[in-house]
């Protein structure tokens, strides 16, 4: 981006007087359709124009996206149930046999090898708890550090509510705020059209 000479813009548009700006720093941008001089706030809002009609463009184009993606993700659902049955059906005939032959198959090994894969009994452990299992271990955990391992818990700062805090308290903590400006843009998506 190239920078230009400066020059003042009155603002104009309500009853009040006009309000004088200070020297407008105007700024050169190059872009696909070549370039463009911003230098005056007339000049942003044909930025913003341009913008909001781009945004548009890329709703469309993503929204017609998501079209051909659910209905291609809907034919290769499709496709695949009828292969998800036979599998299931192949799974549950296989587990069958398998449980049902468990003495004269595996009375010496807990697996057997074949050719296309491995059959057998794999040990499997379950906890199966009720409704009031995690108040008695919050209980015992006061007591014992060992039932304290049975819950799990996710520890993450957060900074929403450390937005609101005192200098002095974030210096407890070792942190700190850090307030800035930032240039922001919003369009009126709603008053574009096709031209």
């Known amino acids: 981006m190239s920078q230009e000479a400066k020059s003042p813009v009155v603002i104009s548009g309500s009853t009040e007087a006009p309000v004088q700006l200070a020297e407008l720093t105007p700024v050169r941008m190059a872009w696909n359709e070549g370039s463009m001089l911003i230098n005056s706030l007339e000049s942003v809002d044909s930025v913003l124009r341009v913008l909001a009609d781009r945004m548009r463009q890329i709703q469309e184009i993503e929204a017609q996206a998501e079209k051909e993606i659910d209905k291609i993700t809907a034919d290769k659902v499709a496709q695949a149930r009828p292969i998800h049955l036979d599998i299931k059906n192949l799974e549950d005939a296989l587990t069958l046999f398998i449980e049902e032959n468990k003495d004269a198959l595996f009375s010496e090994s807990k697996s057997r090898e074949l050719n296309f894969g491995t059959i057998g009994f794999r040990q499997s452990t379950k906890v199966k708890t009720k409704k009031d299992t995690l108040e008695l271990i919050k209980g015992f955990a006061k007591d ?52």
């Open 144 to 195: 014992n550090p060992e039932f304290r391992l049975a819950i799990k818990i996710e520890e993450k700062l957060n900074k929403e509510a450390m937005k609101s805090w005192p200098v002095e308290r974030l210096n407890q903590v070792n942190a700190k705020k850090e307030i800035k400006d930032i240039p922001f843009y919003e369009t009126k998506e709603f008053q574009i059209k096709d031209v």
